[in-house]
């Protein structure tokens, strides 16, 4: 089951207590299809500019990932700056250069139109409204947003919720969206605005799923040594979706499943800089972290009660 | 097996967005007893002034506490006063007035020094250290302790950690004792230190137990509503140690269900103000809450890997 990933292509530069890079590849499309690559092939949309290294995107092509849609456009590639505090709780951005990502206008190639699992990275909500024009019959529609559009494109945002089955974004987003400060709530608002399911990712507390009738509750892998946790949420999203993809199947027992996978990449996104360490994950390494989720939180039912 | 609790008696008055009370019966021993009584019989040592409503203790006698270790002294009850911020995540001391608590040195009355599950709650460690002379063998003791001693009495508190089994405190706490940022670091930082089990309590985030040779994770319960957070964390370690004595087991496996059995209580806690709602808790409304978090975190092993 084919599946899509359409967002951000970017040059990142990180700063955290522990080392900082330089124009390293990153975006909401790389981290989602880096993760996700590992468990089912991904297509990718998005553009980049002329001065791009080309060689990053070749080395994902190689594990599964799709180039076909990714635009060579001329000019400067979007550039994002930021700065981790001493523990890595907060991040301020320095420098957003947008270059000809300012420009993007996601153009599905036809042979990406018929993806039946389909990721709407955080993008201009009027964009991912377009890409849902131009996708024939998906089963599954994810989409993240961020505080920026909540702020200055409700309105459109709201209309996106009605058209797609999942959305994925982080608990400050989830509570600016639905103005509810609790996080139950906030999720339980989400589902009365279109999407079945709602996923809000709480960083080293993990993510919640919730759906009409259950709720689903997974623990961010306890990690003794956190170095970057830039596109962790990227990582989380392409875990989830491709487990989806592979499996075919939405179900309620799959959809828990594909939490871990997500938590899992999650977890694997913030042990390097970048997307690195999803160059070296094995399947091995992979079912190991999810039996270890399964050791993190199991517990007998009681016998009595 | 006998449970043994030494804590604070006092009388709360909260400010939260939905409501205040005055002179409330709480403190560290009565939340911990009134969580606890639902699972075990439980040992009360404490002190009250002249002034306590002593019917609010006879109600907990009648649910199977018992207070034979609670001294009357002459003078003002322990009183504490505080106020939680609008999203119930902060809270600010308005005033404490110790009374006669300031003078509080526990006696443990001869029929109570036989007690195999011991928890100390949050007091000055140099008493926590003067009852655990005075207990002969307990199966596992466990301890509370708060920022006022890791900062004033830290010396003392870590000859502490060496004569306890579990050493139960909330993130901060492990972070301030510890030096460590990372909760994972911070709880492995505890087990150096003379503890093999150490809580570590997160409020809305549920609370971790690391021991050498395994971590487990409990959530909080999802609730969309939450009224007063005054005694939560006691009221999950009444829930954790009722289990433990309850079962006379201290195994992994019956550790793992003792979180749980605090989470629920943690959980009642805080739907109303003071320790109210264990006055009408059911063993159904508790073993409903133990199955709702093996539906919360419950994924089925995936097939492959």
Chains 1, 2 share one sequence.
Not at 20 to 43: E, I, M, N, R, Y
Not at 195 to 221: C, N, S, W
Request: glycine residues 10%.
């Amino acid at each position: 089951m084919s599946l899509l990933v359409v967002g951000s292509i970017a040059l990142d530069s990180v700063l955290t207590p522990f080392g900082d890079t330089a124009d390293d590849p990153g975006g909401s499309a790389l981290f989602f299809a880096a993760a996700a690559a590992l468990l089912h092939p991904v297509q990718v949309v998005g553009v980049v500019g002329s001065d791009y290294p080309w060689s990053a995107l070749e080395a994902l092509a190689r594990r599964g990932v799709d180039l076909a849609g990714v635009e060579r456009a001329e000019g400067e590639s979007f550039r994002w700056k930021g700065k981790y505090s001493y523990d890595l709780s907060s991040r301020e951005t320095l420098e957003t250069r947008l270059g000809v990502f300012a420009g993007f206008r996601p153009k599905i190639p036809a042979a990406f139109r018929d993806a039946r699992f389909v990721f709407l990275g955080n993008i201009d909500p009027e964009l991912q409204l377009g890409v849902l024009d131009q996708v024939k019959e998906p089963k599954l529609v994810a989409c993240d947003t961020m505080n920026y559009w909540i702020q200055s494109k409700r309105d459109v945002l709201l209309e996106l919720l009605r058209h797609i089955d999942m959305l994925i974004v982080n608990d400050g987003e989830a509570r600016e969206l639905s103005g509810e400060w609790n996080i139950y709530r906030a999720a339980r608002w989400l589902l009365t605005r279109g999407p079945r399911l709602a996923v809000i990712k709480q960083g080293e507390h993990g993510a919640i799923l919730m759906a009409h009738d259950y709720t689903f509750k997974v623990p961010a892998y306890p990690l003794e040594e956190v170095f970057d946790p830039t596109g962790a949420g990227d990582a989380f999203a392409g875990g989830l979706m491709g487990h989806l993809a592979r499996s075919n199947d939405v179900s309620e027992a799959n959809l828990r499943q594909a939490m871990v996978y997500g938590a899992a990449m999650g977890s694997f996104a913030v042990e390097e800089f970048g997307f690195r360490r999803f160059e070296r994950v094995t399947a091995g390494e992979i079912a190991a972290r999810v039996r270890a989720f399964r050791d993190l939180v199991h517990f007998d039912a009681p016998a009595g009660g």
